[in-house]
């Protein structure tokens, strides 16, 4: 049986397993027993250059944004060099760790999670998107 209930908020959470923040990140997203969580694990899981392209838009962010400029791959590989948005888009494809993360992902929302903290920011989020979506359903009558 589904335990995901309709008030339930779905989202991805994109982290990288290797990294034990981002893995402690998991476990406190997990905790949020209000929301369902896709989790997706970079070290694992290879997402496409269009999903990059399209979580760049929803971030609000150039797909340059996206890469985090502390990674070694990205100090010692791509620093300093001049890649347009799809030579970009195929290096995340292809070296996924290089990405900020983790990342909220839901249908309309999605953010960088940069502390534990943020889930209570992203709790508030959320709870004001469901408020819109039943006031809007709810005028629909």
């Given at each position: 049986m589904d335990k995901k209930k309709k008030s339930d908020m779905e989202f991805k959470f994109i982290y990288n397993s290797s990294q034990i923040k981002e893995r402690e990140a998991y476990g406190y997203a997990k905790?949020?027993?209000q929301h369902y969580i896709n989790a997706i694990d970079l070290d694992k899981e290879v997402l496409t250059e269009r999903h990059w392209a399209e979580l760049a838009t929803k971030l609000k962010v150039a797909v340059k944004d996206l890469i985090d400029e502390n990674n070694d791959y990205y100090?010692?590989?791509l620093?300093?060099?001049?890649?347009?948005?799809n030579d970009l888009l195929q290096i995340i494809k292809d070296h996924p760790h290089i990405v900020k993360t983790?990342?909220?992902d839901s249908d309309k929302y999605a953010r960088f999670i940069k502390s534990?903290?943020?889930?209570n920011e992203m709790d508030m989020a959320f709870e004001e998107i469901q408020k819109h979506l039943a006031?809007?359903?709810e005028s629909d009558d």
């Open positions: 905790s949020l027993d100090k010692d590989e620093k300093g060099k001049d890649f347009d948005d983790p990342i909220i534990p903290y943020d889930f006031n809007k359903g």
